[in-house]
């Protein structure tokens, strides 16, 4: 999974808490992105950064906020979980440093399953 | 805005018959379309993409995928499927946000089964 590691991979949490998930990758690209994934939806963006602390929406960014200190972590918190943000989260990245390299294609991380009781 | 559609929900084929996922696609501009394959429990690979030049792109797994600019096209195919190609498959599209940065924005994804 190109060097990305995703923290918990399975998480179960009750309506009201705090949680966040934590992409590390050790590739050094540039732009990271999370995504939730649904049946019958695809994949959503939630947000994504391009580069250290800076950071912006995706389509379903409600209700989720990110971090990222530094290159290699991207932070995704829900401040207080409910049950419509249980899903499947996934990380992704793209642009490795360095002249010419390609933006566009993203790679992505094993996942964390998420439930929200 | 830019977007993709997968018209079907499933895909099923007889192993070693050669298989097409379909996916349609609206863009402003020239399109950067991508095909991933997701197993179960995994996160999404990278099988294709398409940014320029020739129609037929190859990639990885021995899949390839046709553009076709009149129809808005860029469907996925393989010669001779394999019980192996069984996944869910994903299209998408590169969008440029108002910064200037890319984006991916995804289809609904095709579950592909294929029978011994």
């Known amino acids: ?117 | 805005a830019q977007s993709v559609a997968q018209p079907e929900d499933q895909v099923n084929v007889a192993e070693g018959n050669p298989l097409t996922v379909k996916c349609t696609y609206s863009v402003s501009g020239n399109p950067y379309l991508f095909w991933y394959v997701q197993y179960p429990n995994r996160g999404l690979q990278f099988l294709l993409k398409y940014i320029t030049g020739d129609n037929l792109v190859k990639g990885s797994y021995g899949f390839e995928a046709e553009f076709n600019k009149s129809q808005t096209s860029f469907h996925l195919k393989k010669p001779s499927a394999l019980v192996s190609d069984s996944a869910l498959y994903f299209c998408a599209v590169r969008d440029i946000d108002s910064g200037g940065y890319n984006k991916l924005i995804f289809g609904a994804g095709t579950r592909l089964a294929v029978h011994p």
């Not at chain 1, 943000?85 to 002249?99: D, E, N, P, R």
């Open chain 1, 1 to 117: 999974d190109a060097g990305i590691t995703q923290s918990p991979r399975h998480k179960v949490t009750e309506t009201g808490t705090p949680v966040t998930l934590r992409c590390h990758q050790t590739e050094n690209h540039r732009y990271m992105y999370w995504y939730r994934q649904d049946p019958g939806h695809g994949l959503r963006l939630i947000h994504y950064s391009y580069g250290v602390k800076d950071t912006d929406k995706g389509e379903v960014s409600d209700g989720y906020s990110v971090s990222r200190s530094k290159t290699e972590d991207f932070l995704l918190t829900l401040e207080s979980a409910t049950s419509s943000q249980t899903s499947v989260y996934f990380c992704a990245i793209s642009g490795l440093a360095g002249a010419g390299a390609s933006t566009d294609t993203q790679y992505f991380g094993p996942g964390t399953r998420l439930t929200v009781l």
